[in-house]
């Protein structure tokens, strides 16, 4: 079975410097893998997606993450935050093959303070 | 585009009373998904339509819970009874095909009282 895991359920953080998020899963097959954002008062957004090639993949808004196999994680980073990037984070993993299911992890809440 | 539509919004009912929430998805998508997700969690799966079949309904409460969704399109989900652990935001979203990315809706904020 697929799991994931968000260390940090908050993360507070200067605006202009650069933040990580953490995602760690665990599976015994290939899993894709996913990052979304939930924007105060809106619906969850893929922010961005891994699903075979090149492991690190970049969002338009300047976040990227990097599939490490050998680490089982998905970190999400931008090397400069904005105010505006404040919202809750959700990585997400789901089986590459097979049956088809999404796990969310809990959630990481990012703050840019001004 | 038009994105998934939910309503309603917000509801309050008080326990071992009824609700029933709608999902429009985006035209032409074929997956539909609906999720709760309780406050300080994130969204769990409830129930996956392929089309108007049952893909995976393995983490339903299916003594209380029931989801139909007609002609592949549309999709209700019900609770019936409601309990206090029930409230939460209900989650629907589509995508064109299962691997794909999903679309969200607004939620609906259930408080069961």
């Known amino acids: 079975a697929q799991s994931v895991t968000q260390l940090d359920s908050q993360v507070p953080v200067f605006e202009e410097a650069p933040v990580e998020l953490r995602c760690n899963y665990s599976?015994?097959?290939?899993?894709?893998l996913f990052w979304y954002v939930q924007y105060p008062n809106q619906g969850l957004q893929l922010l961005l997606k891994y699903l075979s090639g090149s492991t690190l993949v970049e969002s338009i808004n300047g976040f990227e993450a990097e599939f490490n196999k050998s680490q089982t994680s998905f970190h999400l980073r931008k090397p400069s935050v904005h105010i505006s990037d404040t919202a809750e984070y959700f990585c997400a993993v789901s089986r590459a093959s097979g049956t088809y299911k999404y796990i969310f992890g809990t959630g990481t809440r990012l703050k840019v303070l001004a | 585009e038009a994105g998934v539509a939910q309503s309603p919004r917000y509801k309050i009912i008080e326990k071992r009373q009824s609700v029933a929430f709608w999902c429009n998805p985006i035209s032409g998508h074929a997956t539909l998904y609906w999720y709760q997700q309780i406050l300080g969690q994130g969204p769990k799966l409830l129930i996956q339509?392929?089309?108007?079949?049952?893909?995976?309904d393995s983490q339903l409460p299916k003594d209380r819970f029931s989801a139909e969704r007609l002609k592949g399109v549309d999709s209700t989900l019900k609770i019936q009874p409601a309990k206090l652990e029930d409230s939460a935001v209900y989650l629907c979203?589509?995508?064109?095909?299962?691997?794909?990315?999903?679309?969200f809706g607004p939620g609906t904020r259930l408080t069961v009282l």
């Open positions: 979203a589509s995508s064109p095909w299962s691997l794909d990315t999903q679309y």
């Open positions: 339509f392929q089309n108007n079949g049952v893909v995976d």
């Open positions: 599976s015994s097959v290939s899993v894709y």
